[in-house]
């Protein structure tokens, strides 16, 4: 059974910062780009960044470049987002998602940056 299980979510003000974790299991998380996006109330979802299998190439929206890191590593199965210089506008909920063949999706953390 495949799952993602993302965590580290929660209430920061603005400035601060958090990381994410996303942890895989049920399937071959090494042979698997990942990526997380994100979803705001009443926009679509969007893509924040990927990193490719082996963890050798990262791409990032430009709203969060130079702020967000996101790594990987394949011995524990588990992809991270470190989320640094916190704004109100990334106020989200969290995706993590694999992707090669099939596309598997996690149920989300909840991000808020508020003071």
């Known amino acids: 059974q495949v799952q993602l299980v993302e965590s580290g979510g929660g209430l920061v003000q603005p400035g601060g910062s958090l990381r994410l974790s996303c942890s895989a299991s049920?399937?071959?998380?090494?042979?698997?780009?990942m990526s997380w996006y994100r979803q705001a109330p009443g926009k679509e979802r969007e893509l924040v960044a990927t990193i490719t299998s082996t963890g050798g190439s990262t791409n990032y929206v430009d709203s969060v470049k130079g702020r967000f890191t996101i790594s990987r590593r394949n011995a524990k199965n588990t992809v991270y987002l470190q989320m640094n210089s916190l704004k109100p506008e990334d106020t989200a909920v969290y995706y993590c998602?694999?992707?090669?063949?099939?596309?598997?999706w996690g149920q989300g953390t909840q991000v808020t940056v508020s003071s």
């Open positions: 998602q694999a992707s090669r063949i099939q596309t598997y």
């Open positions: 049920g399937f071959l998380f090494s042979s698997y780009a």
